[in-house]
């Protein structure tokens, strides 16, 4: 009986234990099969790569100086600035971004009034800039020694275009300095012929005329608007156009350099 009781513990044992190793074995393979499908697939065919800073361009060390320049420009407190016409300002204004002249027009019994104006001739007393002038005059002088003394304050280049309906025309070149304007010099030109312009005597130099003329000839473009009481003004705006043209050049050459 013993023996019978021994037996059948056995085969109950050895049936569990199979049991159990079944099992199992179900159990490892649904798990590595949830493993192999929640591993994401790599595609051994691809090359493997890594996400790389992007070179720096050789145009941006300048770039980045443009935009600083810029910004030093947007900074200026005369870049935005408008001037107020003056009273009694007698001339049509014309001034086109990226020019570097403002020209004035006019009509004086049945002639044509045209001023050209330049920019602003700055002297700020910096050392530099004036031992800059004074080579730039030293050279003047090696090319025409009758030229004269270099102006030493601020100023505004004027050329004066006088004409009729038909004829001949005067222009005269003037330097308007904020209490004055001088006469540099004079010519008589011929826009209905330009050929005549090619061989047309141009007259003497201006500083050789006779004083009682040369002050005529003052009074004769003051009393058609060329006097020295629009110049405070012109001063002002040209050197807020300076400033306008700067930004707008600084402007264009990052859009260039950008590009």
Not at 98 to 115: A, S
Not at 190 to 199: I, M, V, Y
Not at 233 to 251: A, Q, T, V
Request: a negative charge.
């Amino acid at each position: 009986m013993a023996t019978l009781v021994r037996r059948a513990a056995s085969r109950f044992v050895g049936n569990y234990c199979k049991n159990r190793s079944f099992v199992y074995s179900l159990f490892d393979q649904s798990a590595y099969g949830r493993r192999r499908h929640l591993t994401p697939s790599v595609d051994r065919n691809v090359p493997f790569t890594t996400s790389t800073k992007k070179r720096a361009s050789p145009t941006d060390p300048l770039l980045r100086i443009i935009e600083t320049e810029i910004g030093y420009a947007e900074k200026a407190d005369d870049y935005d600035r408008v001037e107020e016409t003056p009273s009694g300002f007698p001339f049509k204004m014309e001034d086109k971004p990226g020019g570097k002249i403002v020209t004035l027009t006019r009509e004086y019994e049945g002639e044509t009034v045209k001023v050209e104006v330049h920019m602003t001739n700055l002297v700020t007393g910096d050392k530099e800039d004036d031992e800059d002038d004074e080579e730039e005059a030293e050279n003047e002088e090696d090319e025409d020694e009758d030229k004269p003394e270099k102006p030493k304050q601020s100023n505004v280049p004027l050329l004066v275009t006088l004409s009729k309906k038909a004829g001949p025309s005067l222009e005269f070149r003037c330097t308007a300095f904020p209490d004055k304007i001088v006469i540099k010099d004079m010519w008589v030109t011929f826009p209905d012929d330009p050929s005549k312009d090619e061989l047309a005597y141009e007259g003497p130099s201006f500083r050789v005329l006779d004083e009682k003329l040369r002050k005529a000839f003052h009074r004769y473009i003051e009393i058609r608007g060329i006097k020295p009481s629009m110049i405070n003004f012109l001063h002002e705006y040209m050197i807020n156009k300076d400033s306008r043209e700067h930004l707008l050049w600084l402007k264009s050459l990052k859009n260039f350099v950008k590009s």
